[in-house]
Each structure stands twice: as structure tokens, then as C-alpha cells.
């Protein structure tokens, strides 16, 4: 069964993040979710064997954001040269936001300390990028098994239509994360207990 895993970046870094100090190891990233969804099959009666073809992985960043520039520079640079590894990479784009009361509705445009104005920037585009990829990858015959890593249940929509067609998702998730989406997937599993897996070994 041609395999290709979708991998929704910071839905899976930051709870990551609160799960572990360790770096992820991310060349090891298919190959164990792989494994872990070849188990999950195995139990759900089918008898097909897993074939990795591809890993797509879906950031954002903003360009005011030191942090978030290095984070492009090693998307780009490293990850993306991985062999298996496609990065798409769309830019967050901060625009204003006051803070509103709940209890008067009154607005505070800007810090009372430091006077810069409150902003957002909201991520835009990855969701949207995923379920256009899962459904055009499926409808060119691109694979037959996907791997969602995430929790975000705007994907829902895309998985429903695709398993009318016979296509079947795995979701993988975090514990108390993405009901829904895992429910509505063909079968799920969860990220926690691999965490000793995917983490990356000290460096001598």
C-alpha cells in the first residue's frame, strides 16, 4: 500500500514541545509512523505492507520574527533535501488586533507600557494546503494509505470525501487532542508513546 505521510508542523512542534526537551529526530519521523500504522492495520485485519513514498511537511513563519527566519533558513536548507521530505512553507503576515474587554467591550489598541500596538498573525494557508495536496495526490492515484499528523479538525471535510472513495487515513495525534478528526479517520494512533523513537540521541 503506497504511503504517503502529511505532516502539519506546528501542531506537532509545539505539543512536542510540551511533551519533551529533546529535539526531534525528524529523519526518523517516517520511518515510526510508519512502522506504527503498519501495526495498526495489521490489527484492523488487512494484510497489505506499508511502501513510504513521500513525507510532506507544512510550516509558517513570520519574516518579523528572528526565530522564525532561522526556522525557514533550516526548512529550506535541511529538511526539505531530505530523501522523502517535501516542505511547503507559506509566510503569517501580522496585522492589528486589539485586546477587547468580555465584561464593558472596551478596546486597547496598543501595550500601556511600551506603547507598539497588539497584533496577530495568524496562520494561514497550511490547512488549506494539506487538504488541497490530500485530495489532488488522491485523485492523480498518488497513494492509497495517507498518514494525517495533526489535531486540527478543519481537515475533517477532506478526510470524509476521500474515504466515500475508498482512500484510508490514518490520523496521528496527541493524547486529549483531535477527537474528532481521529473518530472520523479510518483508524488513529497516538504520537506520546513514540516520543522516545523520534527523539534525537545527545551529540558527542
Known sequence: MRTRLFVDFWNFQINWNSRSKKHIDWQKVPHVLLGEAQRIISNGGLTGKLA???IRVYSSFEPAKGNDRKL???LQSW???QPGFTVSIRERKSRQKPIRCRECGHEVAQCCKCQKPYSHAAEKGVDT??????LSLAWEGAYDLAILLSSDADYIPAVERLQTKKFKIINATWHGHGHDL??????HFEIDSLIPHLERPPQS
Open 129 to 134: 494546503a494539506i487538504c488541497t495536496d490530500l
Open 182 to 187: 481521529a473518530k472520523t479517520c479510518w483508524a
Open 52 to 54: 513510504f513514498e513521500e
Open 72 to 74: 525557514k533558513g533550516w
Open 79 to 81: 529538511l526539505d533535501r
